[in-house]
Nanobody, 123 residues
Framework: VQLQASGGGSVQAGGSLRLSCLYSGCTSSGYVMGWFRQAPGKEREFVSAIRGGTTRYADSVKGRFTISRDNGKNTVYLQMNSLKPEDTAVYYC???????????????????WGQGTLVTVSS
């Protein structure tokens, strides 16, 4: 399994970015795909996850971020709108087969990780 995240960059507050996570080896519907982020000096935190047609979001991004998955392109997306300076972080995509859905927000249970992509939001 390999994951490759891309799409980070620098934007002003209120702007938008779309992150992409190209994956291989985890095309089964049994995989949960997630996005996490880590700001400097802070713990890695859950952002969003998707399993089939079911999605979950952290309260801090709910209503602003949208996760989606295109199985034909082996890609998971994170559309980020109305970005805030506090969204600044390195964003990571992750995958886990057979995840107990109640544990979707725990980064420690994910087996596969892409390299991070940096998102910087200026005020």
């Amino acid at each position: 399994v390999q994951l490759q995240a891309s799409g980070g960059g620098s934007v002003q507050a209120g702007g938008s970015l779309r992150l992409s996570c190209l994956y291989s080896g985890c095309t089964s519907s049994g995989y949960v795909m997630g996005w996490f982020r880590q700001a400097p000096g802070k713990e890695r935190e859950f952002v969003s996850a998707i399993r089939g047609g079911t999605t979950r979001y952290a309260d801090s991004v709910k209503g602003r971020f949208t996760i989606s998955r295109d199985n034909g392109k082996n890609t998971v997306y994170l559309q980020m709108n109305s970005l805030k300076p506090e969204d600044t972080a390195v964003y990571y995509c992750a995958g886990k087969y057979g995840l107990i859905w109640s544990e979707f927000a725990r980064w420690t249970v994910y087996d596969y990780w892409g390299q991070g992509t940096l998102v910087t939001v200026s005020s």
